[in-house]
């Protein structure tokens, strides 16, 4: 769906473009009035989902967090059909230090037993109480990763939100 998102709005600046191009080398009203009302439909959804996106933040929020929770069944998996995605999520934890996405080592249902599982292990040689906790007698990483990606996106909404901002300024 986002692969084709992309090749639908690439093929419409580029209609846009061709028209803006040809309308002013052909010197035609008709097409340089087209080109205006698109750049200015474009410019009127930035502002609207830039004042969405700022309106509705603690839905978008709740939105990401029912995902996260949907994704679970990925990370209890035992069968082997996600291995790839569960070491891919392993190696986020590692470098993230956090655990699970949203309940910590209990997201992992039984693969957190297995083992030769090392899922949510604190790679510290000292562990520190503010980073770990014990639990079932290793220490592992205390806060979830869903906290760590909601974060992310929270730090990066208000630097995306400014550069619509910047832009649709720019645009006017």
Known sequence: AGANLLIAVGAIIMVIGFLGCCGAAK?????????????LLILILQIT????????KPQVEEA????LNASLNVMQDTSGKYEVSQEAFQKFEREE????LLDGPKDWGENFNKPSSKI?????????????????NRYIYKKSCGEV????IKDN??????IAFGLAVVEV
Not at 27 to 39: N, P, Q
């Open 149 to 152: 990606i909601i974060q992310q």
């Open 27 to 39: 010197e035609s009203r008709c097409m340089l009035m087209l080109f205006f009302i698109a750049l």
């Open 97 to 100: 230090k956090c655990c699970g």
């Open 120 to 136: 949510c292990q604190c790679e510290l040689e000292k562990p520190s109480s503010d980073l770990c906790v014990q639990y079932q």
């Open 49 to 56: 989902g830039g004042v969405l996106g700022a309106v509705y």
């Open 64 to 67: 990401f967090a029912l995902t």
């Open 157 to 162: 909404l208000v630097i995306i939100m400014g």
